[in-house]
């Protein structure tokens, strides 16, 4: 079974540049999640969909951060304008539908963005 | 507040020797999931173990185990006979289900364990 896939695996833009970053999750996985991992820490919930809705957005930057699933299944996760503190790695997860139960959540490699 | 915390920063140990990662979490909510991942220097989170609230029982998986306390809000992971191949970060994380709305996780700061050859 193919995992999380994402891309690009590396990002190096200048501050206030724009950049995207794609994810596909596990066939027949309906929730998908977006976190961002600073160096040093644990990740950080940016956004999560359940099929092409969302559930949680109250850790994204709105202001600058992006996200959408239009058919239920890939997503895009938008900065625009980049800060240099938006330097991270950004972790696309995938996990059966929530509901009653909390079902482990698989992850794909990472988007290491690097601003400068 | 939800919180999990990973007290042990870094921990070194000499191959074949056992080690506990430690850890603490709070939360209001009487139905929640506990679970570990493992981050090795390539970057991918992998998937070890969910527990959830109602299950106390202690779990084994060849050389993992694992050690769910809720009188003191604790989910202790111990590797025995530790190998050079288990250096990685290692991260607890908690999950509240809410109603169904959603359940995010929400991770420690991690353990580094290193293991010497």
């Known amino acids: 079974e193919a995992g999380v896939a994402q891309s690009p695996r590396y990002k190096i833009i200048e501050k206030r540049q724009s950049v995207a970053f794609w994810c596909n999750p596990i066939s027949g996985h309906a929730t998908l999640y977006w976190y961002q991992q600073i160096l040093g820490q644990g990740p950080k919930l940016l956004i999560q969909?359940?099929?092409?809705?969302?559930?949680?957005d109250s850790q994204l930057p709105k202001d600058r951060f992006s996200a959408e699933r239009l058919k239920g299944v890939d997503s895009t996760l938008k900065i625009q304008p980049a800060k240099l503190e938006d330097s991270a790695v950004y972790l696309c997860?995938?996990?059966?539908?929530?509901?009653?139960?909390?079902?482990?959540?698989?992850f794909g490699p990472g988007t290491r963005l690097t601003v400068t | 507040a939800q919180k999990v915390t990973q007290a042990q920063t870094e921990i070194s140990v000499v191959e074949k020797e056992d080690v506990t990662l430690d850890c603490v979490y709070e939360?209001?909510?009487?139905?929640?999931?506990l679970f570990w991942y493992k981050q090795p220097p390539s970057g991918e989170l992998v998937f070890l173990i969910r527990?959830?609230?109602?299950?106390?029982q202690n779990e084994i998986s060849g050389r993992y185990s694992w050690n769910f306390q809720k009188s003191t809000s604790s989910f202790n992971f111990t590797i025995t006979a530790s190998q050079v191949v288990d250096s990685a970060v290692y991260f607890c994380a908690l999950s509240e289900i809410n109603g169904g709305a959603t359940n995010k996780l929400i991770f420690g700061t991690g353990t580094l364990l290193a293991v010497q050859p």
């Open positions: 939360t209001r909510d009487t139905t929640y999931y």
């Open positions: 527990r959830n609230s109602f299950d106390e």
């Open positions: 997860a995938s996990s059966l539908s929530i509901g009653t139960v909390s079902y482990e959540q698989y």
């Open positions: 969909f359940q099929n092409n809705g969302v559930v949680d």
